[in-house]
Nanobody
Framework: QVQLVESGGGSVQAGGSLRLSCAAS????????MGWFRQAPGKGREAVAA???????SYADSVMGRFTISKDSAKDTLYLQMNNLKHEDTAMYYC?????????????????WGQGTQVTVSS
């Protein structure tokens, strides 16, 4: 049974940083795709950062240059480093994983989802 467990969310002031982690069990990050999505109250789920099964990285325009997605395959853990946080980054953040080949840029590509971790940025 595959489980994705996010951690690292919290409350931070604008300009601050957080690092989200997503630990997988029953699933290997090697050669598969994974990504981070977020959903703010009253809004749809949007892609934030993706790591394709071809090794490519992609980011939403709103986080480009501030967020970095990475993985530690040995630990089956996905990370999202978030710097220079803004109030509009406030949302529930979810990690998700797909099955090769995939790009993880669209929610429908992803098969497994975590429960989410809340990020709140005060201005």
């Amino acid at each position: 049974q595959v489980q994705l467990v996010e951690s690292g969310g919290g409350s931070v002031q604008a300009g601050g940083s957080l690092r989200l982690s997503c630990a997988a069990s029953g699933y290997t990050y090697s050669r598969n795709c994974m990504g981070w999505f977020r959903q703010a109250p009253g809004k749809g789920r949007e892609a934030v950062a993706a790591l394709g099964s071809d090794g490519s990285r992609s980011y939403a325009d709103s986080v480009m240059g501030r967020f970095t997605i990475s993985k530690d395959s040995a630990k089956d853990t996905l990370y999202l480093q978030m710097n220079n946080l803004k109030h509009e980054d406030t949302a529930m953040y979810y990690c998700a994983a797909g099955i090769w080949p995939c790009m993880a840029t669209q929610p429908q590509e992803l098969v497994y989802w975590g429960q989410g971790t809340q990020v709140t940025v005060s201005s």
